[in-house]
């Protein structure tokens, strides 16, 4: 086995309204900080109950909303540029993974020289980060503890993996009652999106015994959110346990690595600006499928965790019963099950394919894969 190596970066405070303490915190790093927030989150008034945290210690800050393309490099631009100017000490990320993206961004190249597409092309950056507070408002970021930050070329429309700093998130904020701002719709396909970050992380060629822990822990806590819990004994509200399962699979990706699915998705997404969530879900199950063909063993003890499969089942047996209580997930929440039903044609699939297959996280994937593999498993799945 490969030796392994671990280093603990941000703290991580989880708790029902942590964000309204958020002001105590983020003076340990300076007085005035740029807030990068998702607009929805400024439409529903959930914004508002942070900044007010903010205001309460007379910090100073301005917010940044215009994410109306999402997190592309054009957007990273423009907000270097603003935090620059300002002279801030630090950022504070509120949002899904296209706030924080940019936000990390921002930290990583906030004191470099450099052009940023030179970045995005491959250099790394040298200088220290500015500090980074991330208050994620879903439940799955498979990135947020990495030292890799997904961004959209707008070149290309397509995925890059900046390479950054160790160390620039300094306190990563999990306030569960955050999750109140998701359709029941949103939250069903990010559960079962978060749940597949932990499979992958599971089956993956770089999983370790550190990430096993932690996947297999988020699995559990998942099967409790989703199932309830057969005794008595978990009488944890839904929307903490979904935080604590999600921050674990966080965790598990960053000591391990995503998926085939979540890659495949996360580029669609880059070129069509279809959910990553929705695609993920969707490719879930024929991910299991086709992960069972070498490491069944490995997906029947997932299955039989969440009690999906009976103990006598064989690991084929408990493989299959394993996608198929994916797809009933499916179902039940009313979720897209195939790639068609996306409006998305199969051409334009094949070069998600093509993006995937040149980026470094194929090298992590339960077997050897390139573009016409992934490929193949989209067909599958259209």
Known sequence: MADFSFKVSPNILLGSYTASRIGSSVLSYGTKFMVIVDPILRENGAAEKITKALDDKKIDYFIFDELSKGGDSEILERCLKLAREAHVHGIIAIGGGKPISVARGTCALYNEIHDLYDFLDGATPKTSPLPLICIPTTIRDAFIFTDSIP??????????LLKAQSGIAKLVLFDPTLTATLTENQLDSMSLETLCIATESYLSQRENFFSDMIAEKSIELFAFALDGSQTLTVTTPKEELLSQAGCMASLSAATSS???????????????KISRSL???ILFPYMVEECAKFKADRIAYLAKKMNIAQPEQTDEEAAHAFAENIRQRIAKANLPARLKDLSISLEQLALAAEDAGQLDIVNNLP???????????IKTAF
């Open 367 to 377: 077997r050897s894969m390139n573009s016409d593999d992934l490929f193949g498993l």
């Open 258 to 272: 995503i998926g085939i699915a979540t890659l495949l998705a996360m580029c669609i997404n880059a070129r069509y």
């Open 151 to 160: 961004l959209v070329d707008a070149r290309s429309s397509t995925l890059k």
């Open 279 to 281: 695609v993920t879900t």
